[in-house]
C-alpha cells in the first residue's frame, strides 16, 4: 500500500491521524508561504545592505538568539504536554506560563544589556542593532497562547494570526529598500513583527479560550521548571553550536564573511520548519498514545524517524546540486561563496529532522536529561571544529563544523548516552530503505 492509499483508506476512521494531517498542513502551508516571501524579500534585503550590513544584521539576530532562549526557559515541549494530557488546569498551565515568561524576558534582556555593553563597545551600530532586536522577546511572551492552540490541534488559528504579521512585516522591509532606509530600520522591523504577532494571537485566543481563567499556581511553577531546566541548558548548547561560527567568523573574518555564511546558511534553514511543523502537529498525538498503548507509541515514533530520513536526505542532495545557481539568481555576484556554505550546510537539515523528532521520545519518556548531554556534545563538536575550520575556510569552514555538530548530537553520542534511542534511529533508518511506501504514524 503506497503512501496516498494509506492515508485516503485511514484518514476517516483514524481521528487522531485527521487532527494530525489537518493541523500539519495549516503549519506547514504557513511556512511554504513565508518561504517564498523570506527567499525572495530576505534576498532583497541582503542585496540592498550588502554582506558587510546584512552581516552586522544577521550577527545581531544569531547573538540575542541566545538570550531568547533563555526567556522562553525551556518549557515549549512541557506545556504542550500538559495541555494535551488534559492533567492540569489549562488556566493555570497557561497563567503560569506566562508569568515565567515575562520574568524570563526581562532578566533575559537585562543580561543582553550588559553582555553587549561589555563586549561590543568596539562597534556602536552593532550594539544598538542588538539591543533594538533583543526588545523581540518580550513580544514572543505572547507565544504562550500558540502553546495552547498546539495542545489542542487548534494551529490553524496560529497561522492566521503569524502569517497576517509575517506580511505587513515584509512589506515594510520592501518599502524601507525603496526609500533607502538605514540598517536600524531593519531591526525595527523585527520587532514590528513579533509586536504585531503578539496582538493578533491574542485576538485569536478571544475567539478560542481556555475552560477556565488564567492563574498562577507556585507549585505548578515549580513543577515546569525542575522539568524545563535540562531542556533549557540543552536549547542554550543547541544555539552555541548553531550561531558559534557566526562569533568565530565575525573575530576572525569580520562582518562581511559573516553576511557570507548567513546568506548560504538561511537557504539551508528555511527548510527546518518542515520536520519542525510535523513534530509539533504530531506532540498531542505521540503524547496520547504513550498513555494508553506503548506499541502505538513506539510504531509512531520510529515511522516518524523514518519519514524525516526520507524528506530529509531527498532535500539535501537537491539544495547541494543547485546551491551555486540558485545563490547567484537571488544573491548575485557579492554572495558567490555563499553557495559552498549552502551546498554543505544543506546536510544540517537531516539531523535536525531526526533531532526533533528524538525530542518527542526524550519528552514522553522523562528522560530530558539525556538532552543535555547530547547538546553538550554538539557544543564542543562545534566550538573545536570552528577553531579549527574557521580560520582557514571561513564561511565554508563555519558551515562544515556546523554539520559535524548537528550530527554529533542528534545521532552519534545516542550510541552511548541513549541506546535505546539510537537503536529505535537505526531501525527506523532501515524502515526507510527497506519500504519507504509504508512509513504511517502507526497505531
Not at 222 to 240: A, D, M, R, T, Y
Not at 414 to 443: D, E, H, T, W, Y
Amino acid at each position: 500500500m503506497n503512501v496516498r492509499t494509506y492515508f485516503k483508506t485511514t484518514l476517516a476512521d483514524r481521528p487522531d491521524l485527521k487532527a494530525f494531517t489537518k493541523n500539519s498542513s495549516w503549519l506547514i502551508g504557513d511556512k511554504l508561504m513565508k518561504l517564498g516571501v523570506a527567499v525572495f524579500v530576505g534576498a532583497w534585503v541582503a542585496r540592498f545592505l550588502g554582506p558587510a550590513q546584512y552581516g552586522q544584521l544577521s550577527y545581531a539576530i544569531a547573538f540575542i538568539s541566545i538570550f531568547q532562549a533563555v526567556s522562553i526557559l525551556g518549557m515549549d515541549s512541557i506545556l504542550v504536554k500538559y495541555v494535551a494530557s488534559a492533567q492540569y488546569d489549562p488556566g493555570q498551565v497557561l497563567g503560569t506560563a506566562l508569568r515565567l515568561r515575562w520574568i524570563g524576558a526581562l532578566l533575559a534582556y537585562l543580561a543582553l544589556v550588559v553582555t553587549v555593553t561589555l563586549f561590543l563597545d568596539d562597534d556602536p551600530k552593532l550594539r544598538s542593532v542588538t539591543l533594538i532586536v533583543g526588545l523581540m522577546m518580550f513580544f514572543q511572551i505572547s507565544d504562550v497562547i500558540d502553546l495552547w492552540f498546539q495542545g489542542n490541534s487548534q494551529s490553524k488559528r496560529t497561522v492566521i494570526a503569524k502569517s497576517a504579521s509575517y506580511i505587513v512585516t515584509a512589506g515594510f522591509k520592501v518599502v524601507l529598500i525603496l526609500l533607502g532606509a538605514r540598517l536600524v530600520m531593519f531591526a525595527l522591523a523585527q520587532v514590528l513583527e513579533a509586536g504585531l504577532s503578539a496582538l493578533a494571537l491574542y485576538f485569536s485566543y478571544r475567539l478560542y479560550k481556555a475552560s477556565s481563567k488564567w492563574s498562577y499556581d507556585w507549585k505548578l511553577a515549580k513543577l515546569i521548571l525542575s522539568q524545563s531546566l535540562p531542556i533549557l541548558v540543552s536549547g542554550l548548547s543547541i544555539l552555541v553550536y548553531m550561531r558559534v561560527g557566526i562569533i568565530f567568523l565575525r573575530e576572525i573574518k569580520g562582518s562581511a564573511e559573516v553576511g557570507i555564511y548567513t546568506a548560504g546558511a538561511a537557504l539551508s534553514e528555511v527548510w527546518y520548519f518542515i520536520p519542525m511543523t510535523l513534530v509539533t502537529s504530531a506532540a498531542p498525538i505521540v503524547a496520547k498514545k504513550k498513555l494508553h498503548n506503548e506499541s502505538d507509541y513506539n510504531a509512531a515514533l520510529l515511522n516518524l524517524f523514518a519519514a524525516m530520513w526520507y524528506f530529509a536526505l531527498t532535500v539535501s542532495i537537491v539544495n547541494f546540486v543547485i546551491a551555486r545557481p540558485l545563490m547567484q539568481v537571488l544573491y548575485g555576484a557579492r554572495y558567490t561563496g555563499s553557495s559552498t556554505v549552502l551546498s554543505i550546510h544543506a546536510f544540517t537539515l537531516v539531523a535536525v529532522g531526526v533531532g526533533v523528532v528524538q525530542s518527542l521520545w526524550i519528552v514522553n519518556e522523562g528522560k530530558t536529561r539525556i538532552s543535555v548531554y547530547q547538546a553538550a556534545t554538539g557544543a564542543a563538536c562545534s566550538i573545536i571544529a570552528n577553531f579549527i575550520l574557521v580560520p582557514r575556510y571561513g564561511a565554508a569552514g563555519a558551515a562544515a563544523s556546523t554539520v559535524l555538530a548537528q550530527f554529533a548530537q542528534a545521532f552519534l553520542i545516542n550510541f552511548i548516552v541513549a541506546p535505546k534511542l539510537f537503536k529505535m534511529q537505526l531501525r527506523s533508518l532501515a524502515v526507510f530503505i527497506k519500504r519507504p511506501n509504508r512509513i504511517s504514524l502507526g497505531g
